[in-house]
């Protein structure tokens, strides 16, 4: 298993790391990770911005090359019934991974934080974990699931008007009727006007589609993009389907990419 | 050293080998592969419709990988002269191999075809070859240079009228006065006007300067762009740069694909 990246931020106190490898070894190093965090981090002393119900908070297990979405499926639940037996912490199951409609949202899970679940978990029949004990101890409750790449792209636009960012949000993100796989918030970021996106499935709601929609958007505004700029990694597919889609290339097959020839 | 493709065309009477290997056995295969051509390949018998002055007609080198033009040089240079002195046959150098600067193209370099070279060359001293003997036998004369990737990209027009497509293709190819590293042909295709393309060096001339003025020449006739097709294979790297300007995607860095951090 490889560490491909951390990012950590004081404000929010909290760590993502990305790591990389073959599922069953994966399994075996979130298991010992979450572990580490439940024996070194105390939910009752943490204090962040962003919201977490446990020492270890969230983990996707998103599929790369010949791992499907299915495959991760399973080891999500695999982890999540050895961490819920063998370290006595809640476990949720969410997003493609989740045992109920009603928990495949993050943001749901976490509602309340580690000090509301606190209250409700034993308590709630709906906050029951799906694996181990209606109890939670200092390393809090973890959210386990599967899910496809997101990817964390942002939209400048030709003005300072945040107010133009956050209508053009509303107008494309899925929550107000707009694309089915954004996640969108318009935000001033260094004097400029930024709609700020997660792509949480490229393959079923491309960029191009976002962006130019946000074009159109901001055209109503009489304003235009700017520039547009990518926060973390993208899977070499979504870039290719947007060169493909603007070029307007019809006839276009992966095998057609010399590097990929090469590798064959 | 790997054989990555073979076009074969009765009407060219003609074969397209690309084979991909380390630079020295790429040399050691070339210079069997001209030799095989020599012996089996009399020019004197040869019909068809593609120019040709050689058994083996043209070996263009092209860097992959870490190798750089510099390096194709080098190669040219070097099977130039071991294919002229060990095999007796005529070797002009072009494009960036080229010794002289009115041997850069390669159409420069077939004129008059071999029949044509056969009656000029030991008698006119611009056609001395760069290595070999300043005689002409049936296995005629091989080119040998370096070159960039060469994309063949062709665009389809939302009209049939061909006559379009030739204005285009005249507006958008360096030889007429438009973009550097764009040959551009005018056809009917399948009752569709298409501007043909060959992209001679896709970092100088990206594909989407080529498909937008394409696209803006269209639009003075009151037509568009309707798809567009590749032929054979293109370097990854020239679809991210298409993405990449579409995009308006600023930050940019070849470390943000995912593919590529795990291949590190």
Redesign the interface.
Known sequence: VRL??IESDADHNRSVYTL?GPPDDMVAAMFDAIGTAAARIDLNEHRGEHPRIGATDVVPFVP?RGTTMDDCVALARKLGRQVGEELGIPVYLYEAAAARPDRTNLADLRRGEYEGLKQEIASNPDRRPDFGPAELGPAGATVIGARP?LIAYNVYLTTGDVEIARKIAKAIRHSAGGLRYVKALGLSVQGKAQVSMNLTDFRQTP??AA?EMIRREAARYGVG??????I?????QA??D???W???????ETR???????SE
């Open positions: 491909l990246d990389v790369l790449f960029i191009h962006v993009v700017e520039s547009s700029e990518l973390g990694m993208i899977p070499q870039l290719l947007a060169a493909v603007y070029l307007q290339l019809d006839n276009f057609m990419i010399l590097e990929n020839r090469l």
